[in-house]
């Protein structure tokens, strides 16, 4: 078995623009390519397998099992048409990260699309909110910085698919732009997905209301207050041990 996309759903028209988000650094791609896809109520036409996926399968709520596997998703309105690209899981091998990442361009240009954006996560131990971008083309970079974003350091590497399909799309003639948004990485971050979500949807100029993010951010803050809380008292708890063990009796 190779790296292969399965139509469910003929659609006639071609999408200009595809957006990736997979599972990665905060899960910010995925938070944030989902929530389009479900704020745009965009319709599933395709979905994505590979064997240099995890060898595992997921079960649901009525115990059958399926494949990990990439899903995309298509939405037009007013002369606008995107694909979205989210899923379980991203390639575990560097010959899957290719191989996939040539799979979804090949799928992508067979439907007309002229630009990739991917999304993800920039390692940062602030949360200033910040939203890297780095492009193949200067002019899409500029457009990026106008709606908010900051350029990438020099040298920065961009790992996975939210890098790969960057460089390989150029040598198909597409133009391509990474969205990061600053994360500590250790749990999913919402806040960074919505920070992402306003500088794209600013630059593609989409109605998008991002306020039902929210309340996934309000959880995870409420998360993340009590992980401190509790790691606050494992501190106090091994200073207690430590001077108990100091104490000496004499009889």
């Known amino acids: 078995m190779k790296t292969m996309v399965r139509e469910i759903l003929k659609i006639d028209a071609e999408a200009s623009i595809l957006i990736e988000g997979l599972p ?28 240099h996926f995890p060898y595992h399968v997921l079960v649901n709520k009525e115990g059958r099992i399926r494949l990990l596997r990439g899903e995309l998703y298509y939405w037009s309105e007013n002369g606008k048409s995107l694909i979205l690209l989210t899923g379980d899981s991203q390639a575990q091998t560097i010959e899957g990260q290719y191989e996939m990442a040539n799979c979804i ?16 996560g920039y ?22 910085l ?5 350029e990438s350091p020099a ?10 399909l960057l460089g390989l ?13 600053e994360t500590k990485g250790y749990m999913p971050d919402p806040k960074a997905a919505k920070k992402v979500l306003e500088v794209l949807t600013k630059l593609l100029d989409l ?8 309340r996934e951010i309000k959880r995870i803050e409420k998360i993340k207050a009590e ?12 200073e207690e041990i430590r001077e108990e063990r100091k104490i000496t009796y004499i009889s």
């Open 24 to 51: 990665g650094l905060g899960m910010v791609g995925k938070i944030a390519v989902k929530y389009l896809i479900k704020q745009l109520k965009a319709k599933k036409f395709a979905e994505l397998y590979s064997p």
């Open 146 to 150: 106008n709606a908010g974003a900051i």
């Open 105 to 120: 361009l090949e799928f992508a240009e067979k439907h007309g699309v002229k630009t990739i954006i991917t999304i993800g």
């Open 227 to 238: 992980m401190r809380k509790v790691r606050a008292e494992s501190v106090i708890s091994r």
């Open 155 to 164: 040298g920065n590497p961009i790992v996975g698919m939210a890098g790969l």
């Open 207 to 214: 109605n998008v209301n991002l306020s039902d993010l929210d």
């Open 123 to 144: 390692k940062s131990d602030n949360e200033k909110g910040k939203v890297v971008c780095a492009s193949t083309n200067r002019k899409l970079l500029e457009k990026a």
């Open 169 to 181: 799309s150029k040598l198909k003639g597409m133009e391509g732009l990474c969205l990061l948004g």
